[in-house]
């Protein structure tokens, strides 16, 4: 990790604050999706940060279209730039060189008209709310009225499977469930976009499959576009439409790879030639971009 870095958990902690602070600076934006236009649309974007150490190139040159209702993975060793991508697209970040746009906005103007939802590695709930007050926390910065807030919250807790754990704290719930009430939060607006970084990082394997096909059916019901970042080849293979390899130094991507198994795929498809086959190009990929060589 690069001098001057906080560790992942305080960065976790120091975006949802960035987050929240957003949050207060317009209403409810629509989740409205421009039709025919991808909903990402990244050309030559590059981020280096100045350190004390000299620079680093975090992001070089990346081009990138990710269209409507696609779950694209981002997969690459540590500091290949994952999470600064995303965080570009949240405008946390601002690029050095290049452009993104999010359904034809600048990231900014898509922030402000609240078409994403981030959820992070650590679920980052606060302890002294219950899930359901979590889960209604960015409703109630914008000033939405108490009945609304409530019945959102209900609608999100019920599509993560959470119903009748409303008034429970979050040291109640295992970190699978804490999870789900992270996703629960971010789905609060309604957002077309959900940007999700190493969410199931933390959770152990079994808990991992379940929640990844509790993922996938959310995906399917709800048609949103999702960005996610793993370090699971496997994770990336089940979930994606399309898998972007990543590797480091500088930050950039070396491979798309199209992944087109049905919608409704359940865990077996695990085990066929044709998900092995797609596993194995991904592993080429990091291979070849010497990604975990060193
Ligand atoms: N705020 C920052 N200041 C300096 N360097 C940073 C900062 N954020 C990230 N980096 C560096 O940029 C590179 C890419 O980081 P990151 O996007 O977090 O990678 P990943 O999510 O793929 O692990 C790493 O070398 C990391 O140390
Ligand atoms: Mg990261």
């Not at 930050?251 to 049905?262: E, H, K, L, S, Y």
């Not at 991904?282 to 060589?293: E, F």
Request: aromatic letters at 8%; one cysteine or more.
């Amino acid at each position: 990790m690069a001098a001057g870095t906080a560790a992942p958990q305080q960065q976790d902690g120091r975006i949802v604050k960035e987050a929240m602070r957003t949050e207060t600076s317009a209403g409810v934006g629509s989740a409205a999706v421009v039709a025919g236009r991808p909903v990402i649309e990244a050309r030559g974007l590059s981020l280096t940060f100045e350190t004390a150490d000299g620079p680093v190139f975090a992001l070089s040159d990346v081009d990138l279209d990710v269209q409507a209702g696609e779950f694209v993975s981002f997969i690459g060793p540590s500091g290949c730039g994952k999470t600064t991508f995303l965080r570009v697209v949240a405008d946390l970040e601002q690029p050095s060189a290049g452009t993104v746009l999010v359904n034809g906005l600048t990231p900014e103007a898509a922030r402000l008209a609240r078409q994403y939802g981030y959820v992070f590695q650590a679920p980052a709930l606060y302890p002294w709310r219950t899930i359901e007050k979590n889960v209604m926390l960015p409703l109630e910065i914008i000033g939405l009225p108490a009945a609304e807030r409530a019945e959102r919250a209900r609608q999100q807790l019920a599509l993560v499977d959470l119903t009748g754990f409303e008034r429970k704290f979050p040291w109640q719930l295992s970190g699978g469930m804490q999870q789900r009430a992270s996703i629960a939060r971010a789905l609060s607006f309604d957002p077309a976009l959900m940007l999700m970084d190493e969410p199931f990082g933390a959770l152990d394997e079994i808990v991992r499959d379940h929640l990844n096909e509790r993922l996938l059916r959310l995906w399917d019901k709800t048609g949103k576009t999702v960005l996610f970042v793993t370090h699971s080849i496997q994770e990336a293979v089940f979930l994606s439409t399309k898998i972007v390899v990543m590797s480091p130094r500088p930050g950039r991507i070396i491979d798309v790879i199209a992944c087109d198994f049905p919608r409704d795929r359940t865990l077996d498809i695990r085990e066929t030639p044709e998900f092995l086959e797609v596993a194995h190009r991904v592993r080429a990929g990091l291979r070849a971009g010497h990604a975990y060589g060193d």
